[in-house]
């Protein structure tokens, strides 16, 4: 039998919405920090001034845990959209009707609707963009005058230990760098606001970390790299008795 030819890599993107994707029915259970965050980025959002029937975008809804929260601000119309096809599948699943709400398969990054939102809102999704400095203008402009841009993003801080595990034997870990609060509040500086939180999880071992982060399907490391076998098992052995990793997150609230 002829072997089959091997399938092309899939680019960065497509292999970012693969990964959410795969992990759509499983994403849930493994994402508890997911869910803290997005609900300490609503209690900021509810302190803000509203139009009573905000027109509102969110960028990587996901399953919809920001979503959720999202429709109880009496939208006039709710754009939910992610990359990833399977998510927003899940995410329409656990919103029910909502007659205002419209789905749409869309990069971030680079966003193909018209402007005219009160509200653009994202949890966790930045950290997966290649380039935040130029995705945040062209969602900026997408907001009304007075409108919100209001975001929670990973910081430097995120995943310190791992990092610095493969840091101490000369290896690359993969993970991304992510952006400090100061970096993102010079960015959007002078209309916004930023603060930041460290959240703390303790897992049984290094294996059980990665397999939450593949639960969630965040476990694509930067531009395919695969850490080599050898430093990696160097790694998984120094925390095989349990690792506590930190989420560093960001929160942002820009004033149009
Ligand atoms: C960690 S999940 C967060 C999902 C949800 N916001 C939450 O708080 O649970 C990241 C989500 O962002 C989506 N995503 C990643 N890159 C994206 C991009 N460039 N544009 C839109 N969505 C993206 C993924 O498909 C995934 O659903």
Redesign the pocket.
């Known amino acids: 039998m002829r072997p089959l030819p091997a399938k092309p890599p899939l680019d960065g993107?497509a292999a970012?919405?693969a990964a959410?994707?795969a992990a759509a029915e499983t994403?849930n259970r493994g994402?508890d920090v997911?869910?803290e965050?997005?609900e300490h980025l609503i209690a900021r959002v509810r302190n803000l001034p509203h139009n009573p029937r905000p027109r509102i975008l969110?960028?990587?809804?996901?399953?919809?845990?920001?979503s959720r929260a999202l429709v109880e601000l009496n939208p006039s119309e709710l754009v939910l959209?992610?990359?990833?096809e399977s998510?927003l599948n899940r995410c329409r699943e656990g919103l029910g009707p909502s007659p205002h709400t419209r789905f749409m398969i869309?990069?971030?990054?680079r966003p193909t609707l018209a402007p005219g939102f009160d509200l653009i809102c994202?949890?966790?999704?930045f950290q997966?963009?290649d380039d935040l400095t130029t995705a945040l203008p062209r969602l900026a402009a997408l907001l009304n005058p007075g409108g919100y841009l209001a975001f929670a993003t990973l910081g430097n801080d995120s995943f310190e230990n791992w990092k610095q595990a493969f840091a101490d034997i000369n290896m690359p870990s993969g993970m991304r760098d992510y952006p400090t609060p100061e970096f993102l509040a010079a960015m959007l500086s002078p209309q916004a606001q930023v603060d930041d939180e460290h959240l703390t999880r303790c897992y049984s071992s290094a294996h059980a970390f990665l397999d939450e982060l593949k639960l969630?399907?965040?476990h694509l490391p930067e531009d395919n790299h695969r850490p080599a076998p050898g430093p990696l098992r160097r790694v998984l052995r120094e925390f095989e008795s349990g690792i506590a990793v930190t989420y560093h997150a960001i929160y942002g609230i820009w004033r149009a």
């Open positions: 993107k970012v919405a959410f994707s994403y994402a997911q869910r965050v997005a969110e960028i990587g809804c996901g399953t919809g845990f920001l959209t992610d990359v990833s998510m869309m990069d971030g990054e994202s949890s966790l999704a997966w963009f969630i399907g965040a």
